[in-house]
């Protein structure tokens, strides 16, 4: 493929609604043991660990460790459901099934299908973190209007996460080829971005790596959001994100033609 | 180039500097049953996908219904079907579901598909199973779908590649048939095949292609009548080797591959006459088909 058709700016179409309504409508077939798989995992964990630890350590930055550790689970819930998506069910219709495939036959092109991905994964990603708000609510660890405050932040990790996931995806030679990313990407990432624990405790250098991750900028959005202090910094923040979701999403594209030429 | 709903100049293509498409020139008319054949990697599938404006091309031109591909392909894709080399069929959904579902990438209203799909069931000998769940379908059954999904946007020109490979007797008969219906009712067919009995039942025209470029051109009757003898002797069993070197005398062209010789001849009266007393010797006396030009043209070698 010559080097301007592979960087060229995807094109978009609304043609990519008929790629996130295929996905839907399988969703809804599998949808309860599909919510239980992206659910039950953080609700354990942030339970467990919210209850558990939060015995232990009291309050953190003023606030129970659990409505802390609960605004941490409502990014890495929506980064992990984003992220499972777009890599491992995602691979499954590119590579596997070969739905792609059967698309591409059609008048659909290869930006209307990753287009289609993304607002799909960023759509299951949306529902998780939303998942985990109603749950925070329900528990009377946030108000209605802060949590709806929140929603659009959760709509922006689940898009930068998606496109980072399709990005993998392109690159992939097989599922496990996914390991990589989670273990050495994903899982450093929860620790260094403020989830469980404040980054502020860290050495400097830690500190500067972690401000370079999108989940730190997500967390950091919503801690504030849910605990009532919107301000100015919150901005910066979202601008970073966005950035990383909308270059993310032009890699992906790259990557995924660059993969299909072939 | 008009007139043709698919025509190709000089069409090329490599891939890491191997020439698999090297300057191949096609035009299919409208109506027409128009085969690709030739033996694996000779390029068949890649044409495919540079017609259809999936891969582009090194070099050459591209015209499918009128459209200059890849320029236009999503134009001209909207009137054309695939039914591809392997299903993919969607496992996740039923019968119906898979039409309606493909049909909206053509942007088909839900009202619009529905409508049709009483038809395509019907054509595909799936009645009565638009719930069905695409597990409980065989393989012929599957194919079937897969070839109503490829009309869901009642298109003008269908590509397909190799639409009965690993079907059973049953199975492919009743896909050629129901090609046939295709071509009658006026649409374009444009497949690939290495079964020479399917392209010879099914193609109007076809081309045989040979790493990469076209080796000989024309309807089957007129490849078998301009490439081969008219008549073609199987002999095998023991002492083979002694009597072709008898045979070689009798027949303008005598090969052997393996334990067997291939005569062919316009007359094989004096062939059969220097069989009899060879007790030990097998003989199948048949006339020659698309499959001998094949040979012929392409050689007996494997290829992968």
């Given at each position: 493929?010559?080097?301007?058709k ?45 209850y ?11 606030t ?9 689970f ?59 708000l ?12 802060r ?10 990790i689940?898009?930068t ?23 050495l ?5 929860m ?32 801690r504030?959001l ?7 910094a ?29 | ?51 259809l ?5 090194d ?12 320029q ?27 039409l309606?579902v ?14 049709r ?42 590509f ?5 490979t ?72 023991p002492?083979v ?44 006396h048949?006339?020659a ?9 392409t ?6």
């Amino acid at each position: 493929m010559p080097r301007v058709k592979l960087f060229a700016p995807p094109v978009l179409s609304l043609r990519f609604v008929a790629v996130w309504r295929r996905n839907w409508l399988v969703w809804r077939k599998l949808a309860i043991p599909s919510i239980l798989g992206n659910l039950a995992d953080p609700l354990i964990m942030l339970f467990g660990l919210g209850y558990g630890l939060g015995a232990v350590l009291g309050n953190m930055q003023g606030t129970s460790y659990f409505a802390y550790l609960a605004a941490g689970f409502v990014g890495s819930a929506t980064m992990y459901a984003g992220t499972f998506e777009s890599l491992f069910s995602a691979f499954s219709r590119m590579h596997v099934q070969k739905t792609w495939d059967a698309i591409l036959n059609a008048p659909m092109t290869l930006e209307d299908v990753v287009a289609g991905e993304w607002a799909w994964a960023a759509t299951k990603a949306l529902a998780a973190g939303l998942c985990m708000l109603l749950v925070i609510t329900a528990f009377g660890y946030a108000s209605v209007p802060r949590a709806l405050a929140a929603l659009p932040v959760v709509l922006l990790i689940g898009l930068t996460f998606a496109a980072l996931g399709l990005a993998i995806n392109a690159l992939a030679t097989g599922y496990d080829f996914f390991s990589y990313y989670l273990t050495l990407v994903l899982t450093p990432m929860m620790m260094l971005s403020g989830v469980f624990f404040p980054v502020e405790r860290l050495p400097a250098a830690v500190q500067a790596v972690a401000a370079a991750l999108p989940l730190y900028h997500g967390v950091a959005i919503v801690r504030p959001l849910l605990a009532g202090q919107g301000s100015g910094a919150l901005l910066r923040h979202a601008i970073v994100l966005a950035a990383y979701a909308i270059v993310a999403f032009y890699v992906a594209v790259v990557l995924t033609r660059r993969r299909f030429s072939g | 180039m008009s007139a043709a709903v698919l025509a190709t100049r000089g069409l090329r293509k490599s891939y890491a500097g191997v020439e698999v498409v090297g300057g191949v020139d096609l035009r299919v008319a409208q109506g027409e049953c128009f085969g690709l054949l030739g033996p694996n990697g000779a390029g068949k599938t890649t044409i495919l996908r540079l017609c259809l404006g999936l891969t582009d091309a090194d070099g050459g031109e591209i015209e499918l219904l009128g459209k200059p591909v890849p320029q236009h392909a999503r134009e001209a894709r909207a009137r054309v079907g695939v039914v591809p080399q392997f299903d993919n069929l969607d496992p996740d959904f039923t019968v119906a579901e898979n039409l309606v579902v493909f049909g909206r990438y053509f942007g088909l209203a839900a009202r619009e598909i529905e409508a049709r799909i009483p038809a395509l069931l019907e054509y595909a000998g799936l009645a009565g199973r638009a719930r069905a769940k695409l597990n409980t379908l065989s393989g012929g059954m599957k194919r079937r779908l897969t070839l109503a999904r490829a009309l869901v946007n009642d298109p003008s020109l269908v590509f397909m590649d190799e639409p009965t490979t690993g079907l059973d007797p049953q199975a492919r008969h009743l896909i050629w048939e129901r090609l046939r219906r295709l071509t009658q009712e006026g649409k374009t067919l444009v497949l690939t095949t290495h079964f020479m009995e399917e392209a010879e039942r099914l193609c109007s025209r076809l081309v045989i292609l040979d790493r990469g470029c076209i080796v000989a051109e024309g309807s089957p009757r007129a490849l078998i009548a301009g490439h081969i003898e008219a008549q073609v002797l199987e002999v095998h069993g023991p002492g083979v080797a002694q009597w072709m070197a008898g045979a070689r005398r009798l027949a303008p062209r005598v090969e052997r591959a393996g334990d067997t010789v291939f005569c062919y001849a316009e007359d094989v009266a004096p062939l059969i006459a220097a069989l009899r007393g060879q007790d030990e010797l097998t003989y199948l006396h048949r006339p020659a088909n698309l499959e001998d030009v094949f040979l012929k043209l392409t050689g007996r070698d494997l290829r992968d």
